[in-house]
């Protein structure tokens, strides 16, 4: 919410001494292979599978079952359940839910997705959990996995409940049972004046006292008897979780990547002598190792919990910021993932950043993400982001979106990107809030008053961040800028990345943003790309693996008119991916996305040389380059490689 916003497999490293790049043979000078056709191969190449959909922790990244590097990149489906429209579910259907999976890996690329649940819908009473909510929410999280998708379900609240709020209040919340609100007594709910929904978290004494009562397990009087509220979420989430393991197939719980316990944990009110940092130590993490304990019951035992520190830890506004992201919480190791939210309240405000995002604009807030994850020895996600699309702060989210991606491509501003690729850090994962195909279209009575029917936007406390909407055909279109939203991005690297960029040139009305261009030192690249979208990466090989590196390539990148300049070879239209036996015929070619027919992928082929750097120039440039141009592309920026500092 923008308010403020499997155990792991150990691979070799790098052995020691001088990294050496790759020689290139003179063959390859020119062109890896000859330009092909887009084509997919008849048959689904061999690294995919069970191998490539398995993930686990590998200190501070994801791995699949190739021991490759993964990188999760999606949304979060959806705010629509924190809705009562259609019964606390992402989609009124489980063929809306295929017709969302469908254009969201078509239009984006995507391979994860936060997957919301409603815990008032999951124990509507004390002690009984609904299957039937269970059932319809497994068939509708089926269509993403059945899409390629990789899925971590996400137990949401906002403000503890929506059963805490009036019919006539300006605000709401979701998360608690009716039950819960009713055996805790709690005073009328009032956020005084506030001007952000947000601002209930800590001025609504409704929304501190019940947030601190779980927090307490406070003993509850209800029907059923005493029940002990954490006690009860904890129950319903393992059942959730033995629900889910027992109803999705071998190949389905494959891609289930882990589980995000609890949405934006925060104390509600400190006790005497507490303070964030305490709170999280005594308080938030004995929490998760009790939920990591439910995992392991549930069947879960080879998947991480995603684990969020609290809410206000990265706040970008002073006088919002705790202290914490887990400080006391050691070194927890592979049962565990580093899991945060970030928005830009002094953009969000409109009065603490007047103008719009710069290139570099988020590369200290999210290299301190990456601090946290190097610290706590933990891949790190950002499962929240984003920026209002309507409403009077709407004009900066062009810019603020394409800042947020650039840093979690990179730590480094564009402006310096080619003089210290070396310090580009971990390329994050993460998921966008939202993809919500009802945006605008909603029919939600807001906390049950019918005469207050909400329809615009997210249908919630005037919130409008969702990345796509239907239109009057039916059909999912983006309501950001495709080249924002489509990107490229390394899916899966055979080692260590090392440096990532990607110029997207997204655009802010009429105007394109550029802010990563070439440097006069690398004339030929420079040429190469023109004004042309690029993206570069450089890897190093672990030589733990024959499976080759892959990169998502937007939907509009054509395959004929893609150029690639690597240590591997030079190529404009890479040939479609083919192989004998584990062994590629070209180098560097394409490949259909899996679970769709006509997104495709970017297939690096390298030797498995372990300590070898490599780099891939991708570029869809306006015209097709010369090969004595790709060429001196190259010889550029194998120099450049070498001087680098990798």
């Not at 009984?128 to 899925?151: C, H, N, P, S, W």
Request: with cysteine.
């Amino acid at each position: 919410m923008p308010t403020h916003q499997t155990r792991g497999i150990r691979i070799g490293r790098p052995r020691p001494g001088r990294t050496r790049l790759l020689g290139v043979a003179a063959a390859l000078l020119a062109a890896a292979a000859a330009p092909g056709t887009p084509a997919a191969a008849a048959e689904a190449p061999w690294f995919d599978g069970r191998a490539a959909d398995r993930m686990a922790v590998d200190g501070t990244r994801f791995t699949d079952g190739h021991g490759r590097e993964v990188v999760l990149r999606g949304f979060n489906v959806s705010g629509e359940t924190k809705l009562e429209e259609n019964g606390g579910l992402p989609f009124a259907t489980t063929a809306d839910a295929r017709t969302s999976a469908a254009a969201m890996r078509n239009l984006t690329g995507a391979n994860a997705v936060r997957f919301l649940l409603s815990w008032a819908h999951a124990e509507p009473e004390p002690g009984r959990v609904d299957t039937g909510y269970l059932e319809k929410a497994t068939a509708q999280m089926k269509a993403f996995l059945d899409a390629g998708i990789r899925v971590f379900p996400d137990f949401h609240q906002d403000l503890y409940s929506g059963r805490l709020f009036d019919k006539d209040s300006w605000y709401s919340g979701d998360g608690a049972p009716q039950w819960v609100i009713d055996a805790g007594g709690y005073p009328k709910e009032s956020c005084g004046i506030c001007v952000h929904w947000g601002q209930n978290i800590t001025q609504n004494q409704a929304v501190r006292d019940a947030t601190r009562d779980f927090w307490r397990n406070r003993a509850l009087t209800t029907g059923a008897g005493t029940v002990r509220v954490q006690d009860a979420f904890l129950a319903t989430a393992g059942t959730t979780m033995t629900y889910l393991a027992r109803h999705l197939t071998d190949e389905q719980f494959t891609r289930v990547a882990g589980f995000d316990p609890l949405n934006e944990p925060y104390a509600g009110a400190y006790d005497d002598g507490q303070n964030s940092r305490t709170w999280e130590k005594s308080v938030l993490w004995p929490f998760y190792e009790k939920f990591r304990a439910r995992m392991d019951a549930a069947g879960w035992q080879d998947k991480p919990a995603f684990v969020e520190p609290n809410m206000f830890w990265n706040s970008n506004l002073d006088f919002q910021r705790q202290e914490g992201g887990l400080l006391d919480a050691g070194k927890p190791g592979p049962d565990y993932v580093f899991n945060t939210h970030y928005y830009d309240q002094k953009a969000i405000s409109g009065i603490f950043m007047p103008g719009k995002a710069a290139d570099g604009q988020y590369a200290g807030d999210f290299g301190a993400l990456r601090d946290r994850s190097t610290a706590l020895d933990l891949p790190a996600v950002m499962s929240e982001f984003g920026h209002p699309l309507t409403g009077f702060t709407s004009d900066k989210a062009p810019t603020v979106v394409k800042g947020m991606y650039q840093a979690l491509d990179s730590r480094l501003p564009g402006a310096t990107w080619w003089t210290r690729p070396a310090a580009s850090g971990a390329v994050l994962s993460s998921t966008q809030w939202q993809w919500d195909i009802y945006s605008g279209r909603h029919h939600e009575a807001m906390n049950g008053n019918t005469g207050k029917v909400l329809t615009e936007g997210d249908a919630w406390n005037g919130e409008d961040l969702s990345a796509v909407r239907l239109d009057d055909s039916g059909n999912a279109g983006l309501r950001q800028d495709a080249r924002l939203l489509d990107r490229l991005y390394p899916r899966a690297v055979a080692g260590r990345t090392l440096a990532f960029t990607f110029e997207d040139r997204s655009r802010d009305g009429a105007t394109t943003l550029s802010w990563n261009r070439i440097p006069g030192s690398l004339p030929n690249v420079a040429e190469l790309t023109g004004s042309g979208r690029y993206g570069m990466l450089v890897w190093r090989s672990d030589g733990g693996t024959e499976a080759p590196t892959e990169l998502r390539l937007p939907r509009d990148f054509d395959p004929a008119r893609t150029t690639v300049v690597s240590d591997l070879g030079t190529v404009t239209g890479p040939p479609a991916y083919t192989a004998h036996g584990h062994t590629a015929d070209h180098p560097i070619a394409t490949a259909a996305e899996p679970g769709v027919t006509d997104a495709r992928r970017l297939v690096l082929s390298a030797p498995a040389d372990a300590g070898t750097v490599h780099y891939a120039l991708i570029a869809d440039g306006t015209a097709a380059p010369s090969a004595e141009l790709r060429a001196a592309a190259q010889r550029e920026l194998t120099a450049w490689a070498a001087d680098a500092g990798f």
